[in-house]
């Protein structure tokens, strides 16, 4: 089965703290990619990456930042995290098909600053 | 502007019930349609997808209709059961090229017993 997995269910932080989420996928994806979701809101699209060491910004970058050196691995940083950004995250990946591929996410990371 | 709209926001139904859940786009060029159920504290699982020569597309108790003349899309769910209840998310992807695709904001779905 495809399996995409965060490290974190739940983070509490503080403003102006740097946050780490890390998200693995054991599908051997190619693309790979961060949304937030808020209530009342469709999901957004933070960053995406094509492929080891790629990366997109997505529709809503401002204030985040991520890391592709492994290919199964793809990381969404907060420089300095702000009360506006306490949100559900999820990651997701897909095989390397144009816009035509499901998307298989993992269970998502509620974040909570502070 | 590319635009996801579902409707109702959200539904509260008997356990055993029918019911049918809208979407509306704007997005162009289209490529495809996927609704997505997403459980309480989990990630979005697609159910179907269905691309613009497709106007039915059944998965067990779940059936999506499009229409691609008027850009609507349907998910009918027969007989309801408690583990339907979730949101189910609407997601059209253009075929621009590039990577482009948008996300309703869900229909929360409440089955009652």
């Known amino acids: 089965d495809v399996k995409v997995t965060q490290s974190s269910r739940y983070l509490v932080k503080r403003t102006g703290e740097k946050v780490f989420l890390e998200c693995v996928q054991d599908?051997?994806?190619?693309?790979m990619f961060w949304y937030r979701q808020d209530p009342g809101l469709g999901l957004r699209l933070i960053y995406f990456?094509?492929?080891?060491?790629?990366?997109e910004k997505g529709d809503i970058p401002e204030g985040y930042s991520v890391s592709r050196e492994k290919k199964e691995r793809f990381s969404l940083i907060l420089e300095s995290a702000s009360t506006n950004q306490t949100s559900m995250y999820l990651c997701?990946?897909?095989?390397?098909?144009?816009?035509?591929?499901?998307?298989?996410f993992g269970e998502g990371s509620r974040l909570t600053v502070l | 502007k590319n635009q996801v709209e579902q409707s109702p926001q959200s539904l509260i139904i008997l356990e055993g019930k029918n019911c049918t859940l809208q979407?509306?786009?704007?997005?162009?060029?289209?490529?495809?349609l996927r609704w997505y159920k997403q459980d309480t504290g989990r990630g979005p699982v697609s159910l179907t997808i269905?691309?613009?020569?497709?106007n039915t597309k059944s998965n067990g108790r779940y059936t999506a209709t499009l229409d691609a003349d008027t850009k609507q899309s349907s998910l009918h769910i027969t007989a309801s059961q408690l583990s339907d209840s979730a949101s189910y998310i609407c997601?059209?992807?253009?075929?621009?090229?590039?990577?482009?695709?948008?996300f309703g904001a869900g229909t929360r779905l409440f089955v009652k017993a």
């Open positions: 997601v059209v992807s253009a075929n621009t090229g590039g990577f482009k695709t948008i």
């Open positions: 599908m051997d994806h190619e693309n």
């Open positions: 990456s094509y492929d080891v060491k790629m990366k």
């Open positions: 269905m691309t613009f020569s497709e």
């Open positions: 979407c509306n786009y704007t997005v162009s060029p289209f490529s495809n």
């Open positions: 997701a990946s897909r095989r390397f098909e144009l816009n035509t591929g499901e998307l298989f």
